[in-house]
């Protein structure tokens, strides 16, 4: 657990990718938001990450794991970092972060959520394409 914001990128690995907060709309029958909702977020901040290494779309081949550490309320500023840990000839596998910020008087930051997925480059038609750096030794083709 850490005090701020600022504490929290410290605390993370890679770059912060998407600061976002929930709305009431956003949460199940306990009170707190859906996974699904976090899971979203995670896909996009991944697809940020691993478009930009690819220099062009990408798709999601694979959520790897996820695992959900602590709840996330309605109130919390939350928070997504993202690092490239791997790629391959056409993949990217990135790690994502989740931090949320509660509490006014005296806030808080806490990790709550971490998963690993893979996205592959894709073409104009939705194939897989090698990465840059293959692609300017061997043409196009995977
Ligand atoms: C992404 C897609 C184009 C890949 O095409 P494909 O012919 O199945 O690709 P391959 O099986 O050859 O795998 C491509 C790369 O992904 C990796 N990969 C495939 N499945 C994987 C998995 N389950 N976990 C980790 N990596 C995986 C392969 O190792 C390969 O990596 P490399 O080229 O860096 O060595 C195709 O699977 C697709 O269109 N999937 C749907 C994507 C989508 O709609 N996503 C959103 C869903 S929410």
């Given at each position: 657990m850490t005090a701020s914001l600022d504490d929290a990128s410290r605390a993370a690995?890679?770059?912060?990718?998407l600061r976002v907060a929930p709305m009431?709309?956003?949460?199940?029958i306990n009170g707190d938001v859906f996974g699904g909702w976090i899971l979203a977020r995670i896909d996009l901040a991944a697809g940020l990450a691993a478009m930009r290494r690819a220099r062009g779309r990408v798709a999601t081949v694979a959520v790897n794991s996820v695992q959900f550490k602590q709840p996330v309320s309605v109130g919390d500023v939350v928070s997504l970092y993202t690092q490239v840990l791997r790629t391959g000839r056409t993949s990217i596998t990135v790690a994502v972060e989740v931090f949320a910020e509660r509490g006014h008087d005296a806030p808080v930051t806490v990790k709550v959520t971490e998963a690993q997925l893979t996205l592959v480059a894709i073409d104009d038609h939705g194939r897989k394409r090698l990465l840059p750096e293959f692609a300017a030794q061997a043409g196009d083709d995977c």
């Open positions: 690995h890679g770059e912060l990718a009431p709309a956003d949460v199940n």
